[in-house]
């Protein structure tokens, strides 16, 4: 019988969860870690609400709380979710989400849209994500956006941007960023302190840029590992809790 997962990397964009490999395979040396995968087809209304309810009856499937994490739209869902079944989750992780968790590249890419070609924004969106890249990685960046577009979860489009006001999360908390982040930059991720709790974490990488978990990926690890450690002593109270119940 195969273990439970601890933890959960909620994925809502087939193209990029080549991007956070690196950092899963750091992760799953220590802990047991699944992926949940959401995928979009061009024929289906995006919504959250639904990506709510098939996480749900996964999370349920597990028998026990779990930690969720997730990078950008990721990140929202896992948020989104922890906001309506907080006793199912031990903690959620963050990564490159700001104070306004539904900001992500795709807000910028339909910012943009109306004055310039799809090709050129794809193009300077690589850059601003990855930084300098040859012109053969530029062009296969250029194509995972390009899907990312097509296929990935996304509450944005020309016609319509969502808002998601920040509060408190009724979860241990952990908020991650990089300083050279060109989508969340350094005051969007610090929309979050005000609304830190005792024991939250926030961490901001040096360097990176929006996926800096893809580049820095042991360093990510060990700040994300640190956090989860840091909660042990609270589980097993729970757990002592429940048993001389």
Known sequence: MSKQPDVIWLNTSPSLLCLAQPLLSELSDHTTI???KYIQSQ???SSLDIAILLLDNYVESSNQSVHLIGHSTGGLLGLLYTRRYPEKVKSLTLLAVGADAA???QAHYYTHRPFLSRQKILTTMVYNLFGYQNEDTVKRLVSILEQDLDYSLSPHSLFKQLNVPTCPVPVPLMVCGSI???IIEPDALQGWRPYLMEGDRYWECQ???HFFHL???TLVAKQILDFWQSLRPLDSVHSCLKANL
Do not use: S, V, Y
């Open 180 to 182: 050279d982040d060109m």
């Open 215 to 217: 580049f820095q990926p």
């Open 207 to 209: 360097e990176g840029r």
């Open 43 to 45: 024929d289906e209304a």
């Open 103 to 105: 900001l992500d590249w």
């Open 34 to 36: 699944a992926q949940w």
